[in-house]
């Protein structure tokens, strides 16, 4: 195998307009998306904005949309792709841009603060934390999570519909709904917070239509769709729409 | 296409609605097109009301049968609850109830409303709608149901396990014996449940809920066993979809006497 020539398209511009522009640069065994945006930088357009970091896939800095799908530019291999083929890169798109391929993505920090946050046990002191392995092992597969924010991108719920950014916590956020829930020490409810009704009231669970885009795209490979949004959603029909599991929790109440 | 989502004013200006150049379309389609050709298939069989039984097979339409124009099925599903005044095919009484489990399952809302409602056709595919509320509203917000069907779907599999039962007599009702249609029951049976019971709200009922796994070991047990069902939930919704309507077919043929059951002994 040898380096060859290939063609890019990359978007260019900022919030008051821009398009995709033509590129031929080299590419060489073994790279990635990322490096050939770098050497588009170093070569061509030194001012071309890029946000990245590590290179290695654990940042979730260098998202980006690569042929239309939601991507980690630096765990985008270009062998995936044929050498005759022409390679698009824009910027996430359901997120305001910035300029380039960068974007605004402070709506998720927004919908982050919104998650109330752990809620310690009482009389537990910092260091006197203990539980099982198997009490953490979903809330473990939550924590993977690398904050790309490509489910966050990819969901159509906010993505085609930016009037629904308000209601949606989007499929990341909900996921940190559901870990905390999950959470074995974790003691919300004691204080009077409910998170399975509020998954749904507050943070727009019912919005979600499991058609598991955000699994798809998740670069950890995380189950976001199986082990986070539809358990949490039958933690929500619990509370909010089924009578006989009402009733028993007014029958006896007991902790599980 | 509406002008908001991907191409709102703050976003990338981009025309295309996706930039998407593999073919995304394939999967949505090919999808609907195989909904669609069950739904055709299965909605004539169920209003057919005939050749629905060669003895000692039942087709799982129609099982249980609960009306009085059912055929006769001696030793068989038969339960006259709706009497005589029900005049149409008694395959729709029973129906319900599997075609509720699987509309709202949260693998076929998955697949119809990327296949049918294009909500969204595919990942980062811009879909046609201008509005979207999701599940949050009537009648879509009756999916929460789903446990409910589910509950229905274990008894109509018990039923179609009597069915299977059944299956090992002869077209003269002796017992001891096994035709190509027993094998065709069995594996439509042993789908059935393998799709019931990898269903995600079998694995919240059985230990999902839980927030400590380690004070119910036995419900732990469980909840990994349908988890890892649950990871081929798609695959068994297919599979079981397909085997109960071959199960179907093959009654069919031998009722309408197109062929002779082969009996094996």
Known sequence: MSGYTAHFKVWRGDGQGGGLEDFKVEVNDGEVVLDIIHRLQATQVPDLAVRWNCKAGKCGSCSAEINGRPRLMCMTRMSVYDRDETITVTPLRAFPVVRDLVTDVGFNYRKAREVPSFVPPAGVGPGEYRMFQEDVDRPQEFRKCIECFLCQDTCHVVRDHEENKTAFAGPRFLMRVAELDMHPLDAAAETGLDRKKTAQDEHGLGYCNITKCCTEVCPEGIKITDNALIPLKERAVDRKYDPLVWLGSKIRRRSS | MNNGGVRSRTR????????????????????????????????????????????????????????????????????????????????????????????????????????????????????????????????????????????????????LSYDTVLSFRDEHYAWGHMGLGTLVFLANIVLIWAYTISCHSCRHIVGGKLKHFSRHPVRYRMWQFVGKLNARHMLLAWASLVSVALADFYVYLVASGVFDDPRFF
């Not at chain 2, 038969?78 to 008694?90: C, L, Q, R, V």
């Not at chain 2, 509005?131 to 999916?143: A, C, D, N, S």
């Open chain 2, 12 to 159: 990338a200006a981009i025309d295309a609605p996706h930039l998407r150049t593999d073919r995304w379309w394939l999967a949505p389609a090919a999808t609907a097109a195989g909904l669609l050709a069950f739904v055709v298939y299965s909605t004539w069989r169920a209003f057919a009301n005939a050749d629905y039984y060669a003895a000692p097979y039942v087709s799982p339409f129609y099982s249980p049968c609960l009306a009085e124009n059912c055929e006769t099925m001696r030793g068989g599903p038969n339960w006259e609850i709706f009497g005589s005044w029900w005049g149409i095919s008694p395959a729709i009484l029973i129906l319900i109830f599997p075609l509720g489990f699987r509309l709202t399952c949260y693998y076929y809302r998955k697949a119809y409303y990327r296949g049918f409602w294009a909500s969204p056709p595919a990942c980062a595919v811009a879909e046609p709608h201008k509005k979207y509320t999701g599940e949050t509203r009537f009648p879509l917000v009756l999916q929460n149901i789903h446990r409910y069907f589910f509950y229905a779907a274990i008894l109509v599999a018990g039923i």
